[in-house]
């Protein structure tokens, strides 16, 4: 992407931090619809969760017009530690049900239009990107960030985690350097970014 490209789609602002997340089923669409709630594993969550939005990647589970997709978005109100039995307590038998999890408030759903298509890249779990990539992204690959756009976005999300004293400076430093491998993935690294070259290349041969 370039600074000349025109967007999209215009439904954030382009400094906005975003983190794509997986729905894995079409119920847990009808969760943020309806409750406004989003739920992550503490043992599997991304290191931030201070960001503007959280953007769904929907899996195969719904169907052919949705699935391997970002069709919604939300603004995130904020997020708390809690139980997956206080959050379904109809399934408080659940092998999982006192493993505590992140409860992300959801503003309303908003649709993308058009959505961000995965094409050949559908793994995923979770992607920090911007507003500025979301609003010109045609394929999940745009929402890679690169090179120094990567420590810019670092950096944003290290303000924010301070700001509400989730982390200390010690744990989140200024520099990319010594992160752990899953933030770097997230981040878009260069085995994530050679990965989606790879495919692109085998799309067009």
Same mark, same amino acid.
């Given at each position: ?18 983190l794509v997340a997986v729905l894995p089923h079409p119920r847990d669409l009808e969760i943020a619809r309806v409750l ?30 949705? /699935? ?16 997956r039995a206080e959050l379904l307590r109809h399934e408080a038998d659940h092998p999982r049900a006192h493993e505590e999890?992140?409860?992300?408030? &959801?503003?309303?759903?908003?649709? &993308? ?29 745009? &929402? ?5 756009? /990567? ?6 999300? /290290? ?23 899953? &933030? ?22």
């Amino acid at each position: 992407m370039t600074s000349t490209y025109s967007p999209l789609r215009s439904i954030v602002s382009e400094d906005a931090i975003i983190l794509v997340a997986v729905l894995p089923h079409p119920r847990d669409l009808e969760i943020a619809r309806v409750l406004g709630w989003y739920r992550i594993p503490l043992r599997s969550a991304p290191k931030v969760l201070s960001v503007d939005f959280l953007a769904f990647y929907q899996t195969a589970a719904f169907g052919e017009n949705g /699935r391997w997709g970002i069709h919604y978005l939300a603004a995130v109100r904020g997020h708390e530690l809690t139980t997956r039995a206080e959050l379904l307590r109809h399934e408080a038998d659940h092998p999982r049900a006192h493993e505590e999890y992140y409860k992300v408030q &959801l503003g309303e759903l908003q649709r &993308l239009t058009p959505p961000i298509h995965a094409h050949r890249w559908r793994r995923l779990t979770f992607l920090y990107t911007t507003g500025e990539r979301l609003n010109r992204a045609t394929t999940l690959q745009d &929402l890679v960030v690169h090179d120094e756009e /990567r420590l810019i976005l670092w950096r944003g999300l /290290r303000e924010r985690a301070l700001h509400q004293q989730t982390y200390t400076a010690q744990e989140l430093p200024d520099q990319l350097e010594g992160l752990d491998a899953l &933030l770097l993935a997230m981040l878009g690294d260069q085995k994530t970014i050679q990965e989606l070259k790879k495919i692109d290349q085998i799309g067009q041969s």
